[in-house]
């Protein structure tokens, strides 16, 4: 297997309403076996819903100012910040600007990395649109 190199402008925009849209990065399509990530741009005061994930994330916040919520506690992040969020915690982010995009790079420990929303218990995988039938 060979590596690859990624160039997002060069990517589909997947458009998840709400003022969020995703560009997928490293994903099954790509060759990877183990982890997923992409970008994620956030419009001035959109916010990703409270959700939980069945394997751990990192956030990096690329550009803008986010804040987030993270199993009840509330921080204000920017540019070069990091989170890790264990499995199964609650968690969102917020794009605190009202004028500037935000910007964040996702990272999951796992292919088979899922989403469930806390209000409605719905869950999706992260890479459904991604990986081959």
């Known amino acids: ?36 990530n992409g970008i994620t741009t956030l419009d001035p005061g959109a916010a990703v819903p409270l959700h939980t994930h069945n394997c751990e994330e ?17 921080t204000d992040l920017e540019a070069r910040d990091t989170t890790w969020i264990p499995a199964e915690v609650p968690h969102f982010f917020r794009n605190i600007s009202d004028s500037e995009p935000m910007s964040i790079l996702w990272t999951y420990a796992s292919i088979d990395a899922t989403r469930t929303i806390v209000a409605t218990g719905v869950t999706t995988r992260i890479d459904e649109e991604h990986r081959p039938a």
């Open 1 to 36: 297997m060979k590596g690859v190199i990624l160039h997002p402008a060069d990517l589909p925009v997947k458009d998840r309403g709400g003022g969020i849209r995703t560009i997928p990065l490293v994903t099954y399509g790509v060759g990877s076996r183990s982890m997923l």
């Open 58 to 74: 990192s956030v990096v916040v690329l550009s803008g100012h986010a804040r987030a919520f993270i199993d009840g506690v509330e």
